[in-house]
């Protein structure tokens, strides 16, 4: 195995461990500043669906759930009931939910963001990055759909492209802390931890951050072994179930870290030497 090789399985394992945080955070927000995903005080938010443990989320999933079936072309409840869906890890059957709205609805932007969203969560990520750019409109460009796309195109490997959308995110949005995160995790996926605990750090200072953004900092933080410091970030404004859950995560990540160093260690010792 040569350096080269390693450094990809590296990259391909940080990758995949961090691919769906990139993707949930990312695309958490591609509805305008009203989110289409609440209609009155009553409907959680997501970051109060973050907090709820799973036989919570089980109760809101059977409750929303009934009302896209008693209406499966009704915008809000489509679109409500995808998103728990996702939460709670059934993303074919998002996906099969948002195919029903988007049909209904072909031209409402934040029906084809949510769509965008569940393709992308289902890894159909170039499907979801046309959807996205159908949704965006150059007469009123929305930040959430520039975040969203780089998100995609990290998710392609097509980092440069995705931090440019980033950028452009940043510029119609300055100091929006889920777009310095998604730029953060950008430079995860490459292996470039400094820069992105740079970024992470920075968007964890925003005063809109909120908890995925710093559980994003401390899943950085861990990858680079400070794990003492990782399990700090995680156990803020978490319950104790949700903490241990990130703290277990964090464990899992890091001891793969270790695992591949080694490997790589080990199969720099057993070269044989050069003449």
């Not at 440069?160 to 889920?178: I, S, V």
Request: glycine residues 6%; hydrophobic residues 40%.
């Amino acid at each position: 195995m040569t350096r080269s090789t390693t450094l990809q399985i590296r990259k391909a394992r940080l990758a995949q461990a961090t691919g769906a945080v990139l993707i949930a955070l990312a695309l958490a927000g591609c509805a305008t500043k009203k989110d289409v995903t609440t209609t009155g005080s009553i409907q959680p938010s997501a970051a109060s669906m973050e907090a709820m443990s799973a036989s919570q989320l089980d109760n809101l999933e059977r409750s929303i759930g009934a009302a896209y079936e008693r209406n499966p072309k009704d915008r809000n409840a489509g679109l409500r009931y995808a998103q728990v869906l996702g939460m709670t890890g059934k993303h074919v059957q998002a996906l099969a939910v948002m195919q029903q709205v988007v049909i209904a609805h072909p031209t409402d932007r934040d029906v084809l963001s949510a769509y965008g969203k569940a393709q992308a969560a289902a890894g159909q990520f170039e499907q979801a990055l046309e959807t996205i750019r159908r949704a965006q409109t150059p007469d009123r460009p929305d930040w959430r759909l520039y975040s969203a796309e780089g998100a995609v195109l990290d998710q392609l490997g097509r980092s440069d492209e995705a931090r440019q959308k980033y950028r452009m995110a940043l510029d119609a949005q300055p100091n929006e802390p889920t777009i310095i995160s998604n730029l953060g995790m950008s430079y995860v996926l490459t292996g470039d931890l400094r820069t992105a605990e740079t970024y992470m750090r920075n968007a964890a200072q925003q005063p809109a951050a909120d908890s995925r953004v710093r559980q994003n900092l401390a899943l950085v933080v861990g990858l680079q072994g400070r794990f003492a410091e990782a399990e700090t970030i995680a156990k803020r404004e978490l319950s104790q179930q949700q903490a241990d859950a990130n703290v277990t995560y964090l464990r899992s990540m890091l001891s793969q870290q270790n695992s591949w160093a080694k490997l790589a260690d080990k199969d720099a010792k057993a070269k044989p030497a050069v003449n």
